[in-house]
């Protein structure tokens, strides 16, 4: 999920976005981790395979980014401002004051988030984290709101287990080789190329359900002024789904090429979001947008519940996914 964030800071960059103008193609759209996670396999599925066309829009490239307010500020400095951010960032911009609107829901599982640590380490379970030192990427980052969700789910204290911020994943697990820790946050592909190094405490998709963790975001003036070019994006996106659970081998050899990943690396990738279908055609459910609200509540990015009427707008769903709560 990759969707990794710092969500105050994204907010206030994001703002300052309203004077930005950038030279970008117009049919660019910005995603969120472009190239890092799967966030964007719809995106790269529905390029290659000319759906995007079918739709009606002839999408040309994809701007990418680290996730937060880099990819906000890539949608609104864009010809074409749409794109897909974590719910966290789409709702800092909203606090911000900037006019915008979640049109379709991107992906809703944290199947790809788990915690590993070394082969011959006592801990075999979260509850044998109590009084011991973990490793997450940064303070109020998905890794740690994750695993807070993840304590509470048990009834596990989060006084109780010390985090200690690494600053990215890599640096975590060299802490946990170090014996610094005795686990650390991990998320896919690195959790798969690096299987045979450490054990799985938990994957955190076995233990949360599933949420909303990224959606499409524009301007209310751009979807206003262009509502045939938005439902055209949104329409090609849906075809990149259909076509990921139809054909998952298809998706993989996509993914692949972009991500540079091994063959076998970037099957097992996909397959493991195939299950918890990963990848959402567009429709808004209230219930898995609250779930990840009250994960940002644990770590202090949401003090209140969202009134999503303020800020959905279902109106560019194929007619089908309108009819869906």
């Given amino acids: 999920m990759t969707g990794f964030f710092g969500i105050r800071q994204f907010a206030a960059a994001a703002v300052a976005v309203m004077s930005l103008q950038a030279p970008v193609r117009a049919e660019e759209i910005s995603v969120t981790q472009w190239g890092a996670s799967l966030y964007g396999a719809p995106y790269a599925v529905s390029m290659e395979k000319g759906l995007f066309k079918q739709a009606g829009i002839d999408i040309t490239g994809i701007i990418g980014s680290g996730g937060g307010g880099t990819t906000v500020r890539n949608i609104l400095a864009s010809a074409t401002p749409y794109g ?3 719910v966290s960032a789409a709702l800092a ?9 979640i049109v379709n829901t991107g992906t ?15 801990v075999k379970s979260v509850e044998d984290l109590v ?7 940064s303070p109020k980052s998905v890794s740690e709101m994750l695993f807070l969700m993840v304590l509470k789910e048990k009834g596990i204290d989060q006084s109780k287990v010390q985090r200690v911020a690494a600053g990215g994943y890599v640096p975590a697990l060299t802490m946990l080789e170090q014996g610094a820790i005795v686990g650390s946050v991990l998320i ?13 405490v938990y994957k955190a998709g076995d233990i949360l359900k599933p949420m909303t963790t990224s959606v499409g975001i524009t301007t209310r003036k751009f979807a206003q002024e262009n509502p045939d070019k938005l439902k055209a994006i949104i329409a090609g996106r849906r075809a990149g789904v259909q076509a990921i659970y139809k054909d998952p081998a298809e998706t993989a050899k996509i993914i692949e090429k972009l991500y540079k990943l091994e063959p076998a690396v970037a099957k097992e990738a996909v397959d493991n979001m195939i299950g918890p279908k990963m990848w959402s055609e567009g429709e808004f459910n209230v219930t898995e947008l609250n779930r990840m609200v009250e994960g940002l509540k644990l770590i202090g990015e949401v003090k209140n519940d969202v009134d999503w009427s303020t800020i959905l707008d279902k109106s560019f769903l194929p007619a089908d996914l309108q009819a869906k709560q």
């Fill in 108 to 122: 809703r599982s944290v199947a790809e988030a788990s915690m590993v640590t070394m082969p011959n380490s006592e």
């Fill in 188 to 200: 896919e592909p690195l959790s798969i190329i690096r299987k045979d190094k450490y054990r799985t």
């Fill in 84 to 86: 897909e951010v974590a």
């Fill in 93 to 101: 911009a909203k606090a911000q004051g900037l006019d915008l609107i």
């Fill in 131 to 137: 009084g011991k030192k973990i490793a997450i990427t």
